[in-house]
């Protein structure tokens, strides 16, 4: 069974920075893309950034500039690189993983999620 565990949030002052990791374990699989999401309170999970098997990122505009997605696939990791974090980046942030996965003849091609974890931007 597929999982993902992430590590990294936490409360940062407005200007500051943390920096989130992800990594996928269980299973046979291989990686698609892998990326981030968030949700605010009372609001939708969106799409902040993501990274595919080519290794080409894109970005929500309201993160361009300022957050940076990389991956490492020895580690079937993903990392996000958040810089002037503001007020408006606190959310839950989820890693996401498109992933196919194998179990004899079969594969199956699913997202996974992480648990999800906490940024508070405040001072």
């Known amino acids: 069974q597929v999982q993902l565990v992430e590590s990294g949030g936490g409360l940062v002052q407005p200007g500051g920075s943390l920096r989130l990791s992800c990594a996928a374990s269980?299973?046979?699989?291989?990686?698609?893309?892998m990326g981030w999401y968030r949700q605010a309170p009372g609001k939708q999970r969106n799409l902040v950034a993501v990274?595919?098997?080519?290794?080409?990122?894109n970005y929500a505009d309201s993160v361009k500039g300022r957050f940076t997605i990389s991956r490492d696939d020895a580690k079937n990791a993903v990392y996000l690189q958040m810089n002037s974090l503001k007020p408006e980046d606190t959310a839950v942030y989820y890693c996401?993983?498109?992933?196919?996965?194998?179990?004899?003849?079969?594969?199956?091609?699913?997202?996974?999620w992480g648990q999800g974890t906490q940024v508070t931007v405040s001072s």
């Open positions: 996401n993983a498109y992933l196919t996965t194998t179990s004899g003849l079969y594969s199956r091609t699913s997202d996974y």
């Open positions: 269980g299973g046979t699989f291989s990686i698609n893309s």
């Open positions: 990274i595919t098997s080519g290794g080409n990122p």
